[in-house]
């Protein structure tokens, strides 16, 4: 019996499709209310993507108009990534690294500082400041131009600036950016850091950084080539979204010429330490 049902199927299916295509009516044949294609829009159907739309339209208004399109306005950040305390064996000090812009959705102006403190030497031991003409070049990456002034160590410099900011695949965030002093001394850094959700509020996030020279510069003890590499580990808790303390790993090590020029003074090329700071926003 159910061998004989559905052979009735199959012989009815076919069937029942070449009469659907029989009775296939095009949409354009098909009658619709007199006005349909009347309709007037605003913007009209072949008009492109519009940035704004306006609030008001010519000619009496026919309903309660269109409301504008809260977009490409003007924003302001401030951002600390870390604010904490470092033990540095034995050399404690508090270091900053803070950024804040202001701009539209294209173009931003950033300003951005690193500096440490030395408690043991009641001191600043770096301190620099950096500012930007950001401009957004692509999905998820901006370029920048500007300058930056190291203040500390001395004597002070001063270096042309650009790079680009923004997430590699897998959200990795990176920055790299190159320099040129005003002795035309030619160097670049490359940070790299990844949130690894643990929860919603706990965050682990692996960092590293680099740095380069072209030039050796003795004054400052940096050598020629790749001269230090940081490695961190920061484990954070969002207390809200805009405030997290966090606690951590630190290690960073100078290397070639610039461990022999940190050897030859007397300072430490290899440090490990353990961190413990805020990092916020508004």
């Given at each position: 019996m159910k061998?004989?049902?559905?052979?009735?199927?199959?012989?009815?299916?076919?069937?029942?499709?070449?009469?659907?295509?029989?009775?296939?009516v095009d949409p354009k044949d098909r009658k619709f209310p007199a006005d349909y294609h009347e309709v007037k829009t605003h913007p009209e159907v072949t008009t492109g993507i519009q940035k704004y739309a306006p609030d008001a339209q010519r000619g009496p208004q026919k309903n309660f108009g269109l409301q504008p399109i809260h977009d490409n306005e003007v924003f302001f950040v401030f951002r600390g990534d870390r604010?904490?305390?470092?033990?540095?064996?034995g050399t404690n000090a508090l270091f900053w690294d803070i950024e804040s812009w202001l701009g539209k959705d294209y173009n931003k102006i950033f300003l951005k500082s690193e500096?440490?403190?030395l408690f043991n030497r009641d001191?600043?031991?770096?301190?620099?400041?950096?500012?930007?003409?950001?401009?957004?070049?692509?999905?998820?990456?901006?370029?920048?131009l500007g300058f930056r002034q190291d203040f500390k160590p001395?004597?002070?410099?001063?270096?042309?600036?650009?790079?680009?900011?923004?997430?590699?695949?897998?959200?990795?965030?990176?920055?790299i950016t190159g320099y040129v002093s005003g002795d035309g001394d030619v160097s670049a850094k490359a940070e790299l850091e990844y949130d690894l959700l643990l929860t919603q509020r706990l965050i682990l996030q692996p960092r590293f950084e680099t740095t380069v020279a072209v030039q050796e510069v003795n004054e400052l003890g940096v050598g020629q080539g790749i001269n230090y590499i940081e490695l961190g580990l920061r484990l954070r808790y969002e207390i809200?979204?805009?405030l997290a303390p966090y606690v951590g790993?630190?290690?960073?090590?100078?290397?070639?010429?610039?461990?022999?020029l940190a050897k030859q003074e007397g300072e430490n090329f290899d440090v490990l330490s353990f961190v413990g700071g805020i990092k916020f926003w508004f």
């Amino acid at each position: 019996m159910k061998t004989y049902v559905l052979f009735l199927l199959l012989m009815v299916l076919p069937v029942a499709g070449w009469a659907a295509e029989d009775h296939f009516v095009d949409p354009k044949d098909r009658k619709f209310p007199a006005d349909y294609h009347e309709v007037k829009t605003h913007p009209e159907v072949t008009t492109g993507i519009q940035k704004y739309a306006p609030d008001a339209q010519r000619g009496p208004q026919k309903n309660f108009g269109l409301q504008p399109i809260h977009d490409n306005e003007v924003f302001f950040v401030f951002r600390g990534d870390r604010l904490e305390y470092q033990t540095r064996e034995g050399t404690n000090a508090l270091f900053w690294d803070i950024e804040s812009w202001l701009g539209k959705d294209y173009n931003k102006i950033f300003l951005k500082s690193e500096g440490a403190w030395l408690f043991n030497r009641d001191e600043v031991e770096e301190a620099q400041l950096e500012l930007y003409w950001s401009r957004n070049i692509s999905t998820f990456w901006d370029f920048q131009l500007g300058f930056r002034q190291d203040f500390k160590p001395e004597p002070t410099r001063t270096f042309a600036a650009f790079g680009f900011e923004g997430l590699v695949p897998y959200w990795f965030e990176a920055e790299i950016t190159g320099y040129v002093s005003g002795d035309g001394d030619v160097s670049a850094k490359a940070e790299l850091e990844y949130d690894l959700l643990l929860t919603q509020r706990l965050i682990l996030q692996p960092r590293f950084e680099t740095t380069v020279a072209v030039q050796e510069v003795n004054e400052l003890g940096v050598g020629q080539g790749i001269n230090y590499i940081e490695l961190g580990l920061r484990l954070r808790y969002e207390i809200r979204r805009e405030l997290a303390p966090y606690v951590g790993v630190s290690w960073n090590r100078k290397l070639g010429e610039t461990m022999t020029l940190a050897k030859q003074e007397g300072e430490n090329f290899d440090v490990l330490s353990f961190v413990g700071g805020i990092k916020f926003w508004f």
